[in-house]
């Protein structure tokens, strides 16, 4: 597995002790940028808005809603990327990936990745800047049970393979 590439999944969902999410997460460090979310501080919307804002140095102007959200994440305003590859890690998620707008985040932020990761716009046309990898990883007890809550979601697929999920934006949904 490696999070410096351009190719899904777009959002890996582990347990904390998955030794192979780890390794590549020590193996960005080098040449990537690896930013850690606190997910027991994102019990809501604007609480997800403000980690995401804080932790990841969004602009001044970042309007603090779903689709900003996407904009940011796509451009990645920070002096701190540099072009390298970015994983985006949320610790301790599992009560975020209890809420009722978990579903909604993950498919968004499927979609800033893809973005990012295969330089297209919002319209899905090809960009002029390269491709750069963008990542999202959340760590919980239980990744089956956020497969379940994920299956509302016909733009997601979503595959568990080894206690894991990994998470990619479904052909229909480009």
Not at 70 to 90: E, K, M, N
Not at 146 to 159: F, G, I, K, Y
Request: hydrophobic fraction near 45%; include cysteine; charged fraction near 25%.
């Amino acid at each position: 597995m490696t999070l410096a590439s351009t190719v899904p999944p777009w959002v890996i969902v582990a347990r904390p002790d998955d030794a192979e999410v780890r390794a590549a997460l020590a193996a960005m460090t080098t040449d990537g940028v690896v930013r850690h979310l606190r997910g027991a501080h994102m019990s809501n919307p604007a609480a997800v808005f403000a980690e995401f804002a804080d932790k990841l140095e969004f602009p001044p102007y970042f309007g603090h809603n779903w689709y900003a959200l996407v904009d940011c994440l796509d451009d990645l305003h920070g002096s701190w990327h540099g072009r390298r590859p970015v994983v985006v890690v949320v610790e301790s998620a599992d009560d975020l990936a209890t809420r009722d707008f978990f579903p909604l985040l993950v498919a968004l932020l499927c979609e800033a990745a893809e973005r990012a990761n295969l330089s297209l716009d919002a319209d899905g046309q090809p960009r002029t800047r390269p491709p750069f990898p963008l990542h999202f990883v959340f760590f919980v007890e239980s990744p089956p049970e956020v497969a379940r809550s994920l299956s509302s979601r016909d733009d997601l697929t979503c595959a568990v393979t080894d206690n894991r999920l990994d998470i990619s934006a479904t052909q229909e949904s480009r």
